[in-house]
């Protein structure tokens, strides 16, 4: 039924009810018969197709109007839920239940008294606004509740177009949101995507012969022909799109909710915006991630992924105007992606549950296919299996949200994080959807600028992502032939090791029965009897060789800077006598110029020490490096005090492992932790409180992680102790938590 057929229909019952009240004598003052909610199932009746109303003055003798009133409704067949309250009784109970508040927000005038109608709607409205800070926490509670339950309309596979997260009660919801004038939303948008859920609710009901808001399998092909829609799967984009329209609404009207709630209701509120900056062209403004005054989208293709991985990490809202201005206004990344790109991407996927409304936002606004257009294939697509909770592009975002929490368990987070975005991607067309995503995923990363190896890594574990749990669940694992099936085609243990968090962020993300502790544990032990046949050992940096020219004259205090342009950013170059603690103070000297390090090495040249920085600015000043140095080194300033901190709640912990079989001539201790200004300080700094020489270091950020290898010796020279390299990795750990 379209929005006019329904308006007719509510014409239609109205016209009926006016005649009733006609025809047995009812007043014109001091009484008014009011619908509540309009045609179709309201907040107070929600088993009654109408809701009426009959309204009056406490002092009013109603006498037998009320029963001449309703039995000519009944008698016509109209089906009604019916009731007689006076205006104090009506305010009473909007105070004591805010559903049913809400709905006398919709409160639309049948006969009798028009006065008294605009009486009760701008009572209700009035005391709707008046209590709005009181009454929105407990509807917040009851709507995430109800969420909780009914789950998310655009991913159910038998989704309810009312109760479910993006239905008809959360419109009505948003609808009741923006009358308390608190905060606002896209009326056009709301009013589209409500009226397409009560055209599908209308055909459900007609297919079914009942008032029921679930959409059953057998009710796809239906709705396709009734509403005109390609098919099936048309249908199903058509209802779910609907659904998740009104959920990204619905959650960015809350979340601004919550910031009205949080300021003061004395606070006045600045005439211009207060602009946080966050990075270049990125700016915070009332909890939502904007555009600053600077920012040209035009001579800036980063700006789109920087404005969402900044929102997703800091777990705010990236505003959709901002959004929708850099897709209409951003200038497209180039082919193949610059490092900055894919960095910010993969830490992007890597944010945790903050991925998830952004990740909404870049679909609502169309800025998804200006960089992985290949999502299309997945938008919207049900799952063939009913164990899955979510649509295939959910349960990609899923996934990655699954895989975030793993990465320090693998040492190419940025690998494992794309191909969990891509493990899925070929899905949708009649090839077994692991074979036809291959290719995909090669071409996907080869455009984000990833290396060959890197390439045909993502591109082996989209492949084979199903391979270590169907094996581990089928075969015996005692048999050598269940450990070379994985061996004969991963091949290393990176790539194994990969595959496993992979296979674990994959079943999490498909419902909690796809990954018990008895899968879990079948999976640990093929992947531990794999990783025993592929031998023992990630694979690490060679210790490096390597001869420059070391200018003349260096003191202790001195050290020689030179700086060259490269593509995304700088080479740094840094000589000075070999010391315990200069790479610490190197280190300090980068973070407090807030300088990112992409990648350093450094090793031991005679008595001096070299190091090569890898730096993501393109403006380094060696002046003001070396004058930052020498206030490091004079004490001047106090680096350590300025980036310790104690672990936020919900960060990964830092994980520090000594890897003995990496090197015979020293110590190599991996570290592993978030991505943030003074992580190699801070490890360099405790080393040389320990009095440990780094003879070579090897930083590398892949996405969120720092992933830095150190290749340690005493003073006097030699590997550490086994003891001493225990003491050494936990003091670390200890440093950066």
């Given at each position: ?7 007719g229909?509510?014409?239609d019952?109205?016209e009926?009810c ?13 009484v ?6 309009g ?12 809701d009426?109303?009959?309204?009056h ?5 109603l ?27 009506m305010?009473?109970?909007a ?10 927000l ?8 028009p006065?008294?109608t ?24 009851a ?15 038998v ?12 419109a ?8 308390t ?14 009226q ?22 057998e ?35 809350w ?6 709630l ?35 989208p ?35 990344l ?7 790109a ?13 991925l ?5 936002t ?95 890594l993502i ?9 270590l ?20 085609r ?16 994959d079943?999490?993300?498909t419902a ?12 640990a ?16 940096p ?63 040249q ?36 300025r980036?310790?901190?104690a ?7 830092p ?17 592993r ?19 440990v ?14 992933v ?30």
């Amino acid at each position: 039924m379209t929005a006019a057929a329904r308006a007719g229909r509510t014409a239609d019952a109205d016209e009926l009810c006016s005649a009733a009240y006609e025809k047995a004598g009812g007043p014109d003052t001091g009484v008014a018969l009011v619908a509540v909610g309009g045609y179709g199932r309201s907040e107070l009746a929600p088993y009654s197709d109408l809701d009426v109303v009959l309204v009056h003055d406490e002092d009013v003798d109603l006498g037998p109007l009320a029963e001449q009133l309703w039995y000519p409704i009944w008698d016509s067949g109209a089906r009604l839920d019916h009731s007689v309250r006076s205006l104090p009784e009506m305010v009473a109970a909007a105070d004591a239940d805010h559903r049913v508040a809400s709905g006398l927000l919709d409160v639309r005038h049948v006969a009798g008294d028009p006065h008294l109608t605009l009486r009760l709607r701008t009572t209700m409205l009035a005391n709707w606004r008046r209590g709005a800070r009181e009454r929105l926490p407990e509807i917040r509670r009851a709507s995430d509740a109800r969420h909780r339950l009914m789950g998310e309309l655009a991913h159910l596979s038998v989704p309810d177009v009312k109760e479910a997260e993006g239905g008809l009660r959360d419109a009505t919801t948003l609808r009741g949101l923006v009358a308390t004038w608190l905060v606002d939303v896209p009326h056009t948008e709301l009013e589209r995507s409500r009226q397409t859920l009560l055209d599908v609710r209308d055909v459900v009901h007609e297919a079914t012969g009942r008032a029921t808001d679930r959409i059953t399998p057998e009710t796809w092909p239906v709705l396709a022909e009734v509403l005109g829609l390609a098919g099936e799967r048309a249908a199903q984009v058509h209802v779910r799109e609907a659904g998740r329209r009104i959920t990204h609404l619905s959650r960015l009207a809350w979340r601004r909710v919550d910031g009205v709630l949080a300021r003061p209701v004395s606070a006045r509120t600045a005439r211009r915006p207060v602009l946080e900056p966050l990075g270049p062209g990125v700016a915070l403004s009332a909890g939502e991630v904007v555009l600053d005054g600077r920012a040209d989208p035009a001579a800036d293709p980063m700006l789109l992924l920087r404005a969402a991985t900044i929102a997703a990490e800091r777990g705010v809202v990236l505003a959709p105007p901002t959004a929708a201005r850099l897709v209409r206004e951003g200038a497209p990344l180039p082919d193949p992606w610059p490092e900055e790109a894919r960095q910010l991407l993969v830490r992007l996927l890597a944010s945790g549950r903050g991925l998830l409304e952004v990740w909404e936002t870049l679909e609502e606004t169309g800025a998804l296919a200006g960089f992985l257009p290949e999502w299309e294939r997945v938008r919207m697509l049900p799952h063939a299996s009913v164990i899955h909770r979510f649509t295939v592009d959910r349960h990609v975002v899923e996934t990655c949200i699954e895989a975030s929490a793993l990465i320090r368990s693998v040492r190419r987070p940025d690998v494992l994080m794309v191909a969990a975005l891509l493990h899925d991607i070929g899905k949708g067309g009649l090839t077994e959807h692991s074979v036809a995503g291959e290719p995909i995923a090669r071409a996907v990363a080869t455009r984000m600028g990833f290396d060959d190896e890197c390439v045909e890594l993502i591109a082996l574990l989209v492949r084979w992502h199903l391979l270590l749990a169907e094996t581990a669940t089928t075969r015996d694992p005692d048999d050598p032939a269940t450990v070379e099936i994985l061996t004969s085609r991963l091949r290393t243990p990176e790539a194994l090791a990969l595959l496993r968090a992979l296979t674990e962020a994959d079943a999490k993300a498909t419902a909690p029965k796809a990954w018990t502790s008895w899968r879990a544990g079948l999976v640990a032990d093929l992947a531990r009897r794999a990783h025993a046949a592929l031998d023992s050992g990630a694979t690490l940096p060679a210790f490096p060789v390597g001869e420059v020219a070391v200018p003349a004259g260096l003191t202790a205090a001195s050290v020689a800077i030179s700086v060259e342009p490269v593509a995304d950013g700088s080479r740094v170059t840094a000589i000075a006598l070999d010391r315990v603690g200069l790479l610490a103070d190197l280190a300090a000297t980068f973070a407090l110029l807030r300088l990112p390090i992409r990648a350093a090495r450094l090793w031991a040249q005679d008595d001096h020490s070299v190091s090569v920085w890898e730096v993501g600015s393109d403006t380094v000043d060696p002046a003001v490096l070396r004058t930052r140095y020498e206030a490091v080194v004079d004490g001047r300033v106090d680096p350590t005090a300025r980036f310790a901190r104690a672990l936020p709640e919900g960060e990964l912990a830092p994980t520090v492992v000594v890897r003995p079989e990496a090197s015979e001539h020293a110590t190599v201790l991996e570290v592993r932790a978030a991505d943030r200004p003074g992580v190699v300080h801070l490890v360099c700094a405790e080393l040389a409180r320990l009095d440990v020489a780094v003879r070579s270091a090897h930083v590398d950020t892949l996405g969120p992680q720092a992933v830095d290898v150190f290749y340690l010796q005493e003073p006097s020279a030699g590997a550490l102790s086994e003891i001493r390299a225990a003491e050494t990795a936990h003091a670390v750990r200890a440093a950066l938590s």
